[in-house]
DNA sequence: ACCATCAAGG
């Protein structure tokens, strides 16, 4: 009788489709990523747990029949109905991406379990059709098909996808009446679809203070919330629970706790789960390792993160991406380079490699080089990559191409708040107030709600282009018409945009008027502008107050020394001077690069030891003869020149058009 | 048939 089991199964899956069937079988076997072995998709579940794993090389419909007919323990395989194959081709449908042959399949059946409208739902929702699986799961209350827990967390998935916030609590609300809530998977769903909502961590957190026995994915889920809420520190606290009560240390468990390291920037707990790793030899599964190498960069120790990279046997496009974004955040040039490596190993550049190199190009002021990644990036086909659009916008304005970032803001088509932000950013360092105002007002007019970056951004565009009445306007505006409260960087912002103009009264009195503790930002743009307007009396008030916030801001007594020198005020610029020496600061070597070509080179100050540091010195020197020339002929025009931050731009400019 | 880990923007 049994002997009849496996053509019996193979009669069974013919009579529902047999036309997929034949696809299905006779395509190429899928491939286990893990272990590199070769699986029937479809027919694996129904033997899977019957043969250990069942591990089979290529096999024709009819040899797999009879390896099933010869199979070693033919009492563990059971014939399966004609639905449950079906649901299996649904199933192997939806892996492979042919939705619509998954409802054809679907639609033809003549009765439907909850199984079946159940691989619908999460079918849809493991191919990103959120909207879908929701009609499913409709449909099928209609049909009057009660769900079970499988269905529950589907569904849950689809919402969080989907960031359907009701439809979660009415899911919650309908697991608690089926009696499914209190199973590991629906309160796991459960737990990541509340942490995806705003504010949805208080109910994230209840859903995981009620479970009573919590599992390593549980834990694993709240962790990953908080880290995703951007809450670093609730994500440490809750990695450090999490091992006290035990939880098993395994890749998931490790790798989200050095992710919580990380956002809460603790090096130390950082290393100490590094060693964890070590130990338990889980340091050689690649997530557990790249979320290394990121930990130590976003801890700013990038030599640690070079360190664990260049020790790591094996790497992927991960690993790669993660340490080109390492040193594109230490803004080190070496960022290009490590593409260059990478290139050369044949590991193709996917667009979170190209969103980290135009980032480094913009830091570094690689023009030429940026323009080149962005053909590189348009040749690859990463046309609409939302991420790579912003960093052009964002690259090009920080590279003085603000004509070029507006054109690629224009032929972005779908843009979202952050590329409304580059853009109005990239106008404002430029003293482009009105086109950042009018960019904003047309923003506003398309419906997209405002957050704090962009008030920031346009407030500091007034601020660049002198335009105070306007950026008290926003300042004033944006809480009660957008909603939208200022925190304290804002008023270091406002006081910034107050003290250029030279209205430093209104900025002090704004700082005793803030509704909270000013913070170093407030005192730092008093201090600027202090230092500006030469008001060496609040200036030395404000910092005071600065270093009683960071006693560590070497920064801070540059500016306070440059206050005493404005005012004449010789003895206590002395003494702040001998202070900074006396605690042992050494100003941060100054270092300026410029593009020649295809290559960076550096500069350190004062260095001749390249031929081309040599040569540049050379033509730098002649420039400034021809640049004293010039100053004096503005000078005999009457016109203003301040010798400050402008020339370092122009001297980069013209080098390179001087050696190129 | 369901839940959890690694990289990107202002």
Redesign the pocket.
């Known amino acids: 009788m049994r002997d009849q089991v496996g053509p019996q199964c193979t009669e069974n899956l013919c009579t529902v489709a047999p036309t997929n069937l034949q696809v299905s079988i006779g395509e190429e076997l899928k491939k286990d990523p893990h272990e590199g072995r070769y699986f029937y998709p479809v027919l694996r ?1 129904n033997v899977g747990k019957s043969e250990e794993g069942s591990v089979m090389t290529k096999l024709t419909l009819q040899q797999f029949t009879g390896q099933l007919a010869l199979s070693q323990k033919p009492s563990l395989i059971r014939p399966i109905s004609p639905l ?1 194959a079906a ?2 081709l649904i ?1 192997s449908h939806f892996d492979s991406g042919r939705l619509s042959d998954a409802r054809r399949v679907f639609d033809e059946l003549p009765e439907r379990d ?2 079946a409208w ?2 619908m739902v ?1 079918g849809y ?2 191919n990103a059709r959120p909207e879908d699986a929701w009609a499913s799961f409709r449909a099928m209350a209609s049909a009057g098909v009660s769900p ?7 569904i ?2 689809a919402c ?1 996808a989907g960031e359907f916030t009701e439809g979660t609590a009415a899911v919650h609300a309908l697991s608690v009446r089926l009696g499914v809530k209190g ?4 309160h ?2 459960l737990i ?1 679809a509340y942490s995806e909502f705003h504010r949805g961590m208080l109910d994230a957190l209840q859903v995981f203070d009620e479970i009573t026995h919590r ?4 834990w ?2 709240i962790v ?1 919330a908080y ?1 995703r809420s951007g809450d670093g520190g609730a994500a440490a606290q809750m990695c450090r629970r999490m091992f006290q009560e035990g939880v098993e240390l ?7 706790a050095i ?1 919580a390291s ?1 956002a809460a920037e603790n090096l130390a707990l950082g290393r100490q789960i590094h060693a964890a790793a070590n130990k338990t030899g889980h340091a050689i ?4 390792s ?2 290394i190498a ?1 930990m130590y960069s976003r801890c700013a120790s990038l030599s640690e993160a070079r360190q664990h990279f260049s020790e790591m046997p094996r790497k ?4 790669w ?2 340490m080109i ?1 390492a040193l594109d ?1 230490a803004g080190s040039v070496d960022s290009c380079s490590l593409l260059l490596d990478m290139l050369s190993q044949s590991i193709q550049p ?4 190209f ?2 190199i135009i ?1 480094s190009c ?1 830091k570094l002021s690689c023009l030429i080089f940026g323009q080149q990644v962005h053909g590189a990036a348009v040749r690859r086909g990463f046309r609409e ?4 659009f ?2 052009l916008i ?1 690259m090009y304005a920080k590279c003085g191409a603000v004509a070029d970032s507006r054109r690629v803001f224009d032929e972005t088509c779908r843009r ?7 853009m109005i ?1 990239g106008y404002g360092v430029h003293g482009f107030g009105e086109e950042a105002i009018k960019l904003f007002n047309e923003m506003i007019g398309y419906g997209i709600q ?2 704090a ?2 008030f920031m ?1 346009v407030i500091s565009a007034c601020s660049h282009a002198g335009l105070v009445e306007e950026g008290l306007e926003f300042f004033n505006s944006m809480e009660s018409r957008y909603g939208v409260s200022p925190d304290a960087k804002f008023y270091g912002c406002v006081v910034d945009l107050l003290g250029r103009s030279g209205r430093l009264r209104e900025a002090a009195e704004l700082i005793e008027a803030m509704p909270f503790e000013p913070d170093e930002s407030v005192f730092g743009a008093l201090l600027g502008a202090c230092k500006m307007h030469k008001k060496v009396e609040l200036g030395v008030a404000a910092g005071r107050k600065m270093l009683n916030l960071m006693p560590e801001g070497a920064k801070t007594y540059v500016i306070l020394s440059n206050i005493y020198a404005a005012g004449s005020e010789w003895d206590w610029f002395a003494d702040v001077m001998k202070m900074m020496r006396g605690m042992g600061w050494k100003k941060d070597v100054g270092m300026s690069w410029i593009e020649v070509r295809e290559e960076v080179c550096c500069f350190v100050a004062g260095e001749q030891s390249s031929p081309s540091a040599a040569l540049a010195s050379e033509v730098l020197t002649l420039l400034g003869f021809h640049m004293d020339e010039e100053r004096d002929l503005l000078f005999s025009f009457g016109s203003v020149w301040d010798g400050g931050e402008k020339s370092y731009i122009s001297n980069s400019v013209v080098i390179v058009e001087a050696l190129g």
């Not at 992927?316 to 690993?319: A, N, P, S």
């Not at 990559?385 to 790579?388: A, E, K, L, Q, R």
């Open positions: 579940e449950a649901t299996d199933k909850v199984v159940t691989a999460s929702t493991s079970n827990a499988f269905t529950v967390s589907s849950l998935s969080r199973q590991t998977h629906v796991n769903a990541y599992s390593a994915v549980s694993t889920t990953a880290v395994n890749p998931f468990t490790l790798s989200i992710r990380a599964n690649l997530p557990v790249n979320s990121d992927d496009l991960i690993t991406n993660t974004a955040r996917n667009c979170f490699t969103t980290s980032s913009a990559n939302h991420h790579i912003n960093a964002d979202s708040l952050v590329s409304w932000t580059s950013i405002p957050d970056i962009v951004g």
